[in-house]
């Protein structure tokens, strides 16, 4: 007994130590590349995504095939220095055939949102930073990232939506910033029968005019033409109002949203002074005495 101890002691302890301590300074080693890519990835993200939204998004996806790349290289140098790991992952290697069928089938989700999330780099559909809206599932908001998994949606309540790459694939995508990110958004108002309808559809396009949010999209034939700056149109004889519809373009989706809300108070405002009714749904009772 004392014999082998010595024998250990002596032969296999400082390569044992050796092992180890190589597999520590591997784990250390690998953790500190994932982290020092990470960060100049998204140091890099971040530019990019002031200048190319492409380029940004592109940059998110290699992020996470480069980390993965590391770890499985810190586990390949790790797995390759244990005899006992090694000698097993040269029998797994050998049944690598019947593993792969296996793990093929176990991963179908996993590995369709990986190629779905190639197809998304590829053909672009939408990018870091586009507005979108899942038709299938009414889903609104900024893409934030796209991952090899899923892609990663902040809605206008400052929550993220995790979608399957797979799902953002083969799903209809509406992107307000595909190609041209300019939005028109529709603003209808009902007044009241007895109003002047014509002052009633200036005094809006007055308003809408006024605001410097307000993009001038008609093309130069069309300003020859005399083509009003604003459209203002009735757009249905209601019940018990006159709806009006006006256009507002804006440079994106957030900015016409402020547009909206703003001409929508100021045109209240402006109706009261001018003696426009506003319409709104309203009884009238009408009773007969004896």
Known sequence: MAAWLENFMQNELP??????????????????CV???????????????????????ILSF??????AAIYFAGFAVIVSNIPALSAGMNKLMAAGGVLAVVGGLASQEALGSIVSGLMILAFKPFVIGDVVRCVDNNISGVVEEI???????????????????????????????????????????GVTYES?????????????????????????????????LVQVVVLALAESSVTLRASLWAKDNGTAFSLKCTVQENIKKIYEQEGIG?????????????
Request: neutral net charge; proline residues 4%; aromatic residues 6%.
């Open 15 to 32: 390569g044992i130590a050796l092992t180890a301590l190589f597999i520590a300074v591997a784990v250390i080693v690998t953790l500190v």
């Open 62 to 67: 290699c992020r996470y095939l480069a980390i």
């Open 196 to 228: 002047d309808i014509a002052r009633a559809k200036e005094l809006l396009a007055e308003e809408i005019a006024r605001q410097p949010d307000f993009l001038d999209v008609r093309t130069p034939e069309q300003i020859a033409e005399g083509a009003p």
């Open 147 to 189: 991952t090899l998994r899923h892609t990663a949606i902040r809605t206008y309540e400052n929550k993220r939506v995790i979608v399957p790459n797979s799902v953002m694939n083969s799903s209809i995508i509406e992107n307000a910033d595909y190609t041209d990110s300019r939005v028109c958004s529709f603003l209808e108002i």
């Open 278 to 290: 506003i319409a709104y749904p309203h009884l009238v009772v009408v009773s007969e005495k004896a």
């Open 35 to 57: 982290r020092v890519v990470n960060r100049v990835l998204l140091r890099l993200i971040d530019r990019q995504k002031q200048v190319n939204s492409g380029s940004a998004t």
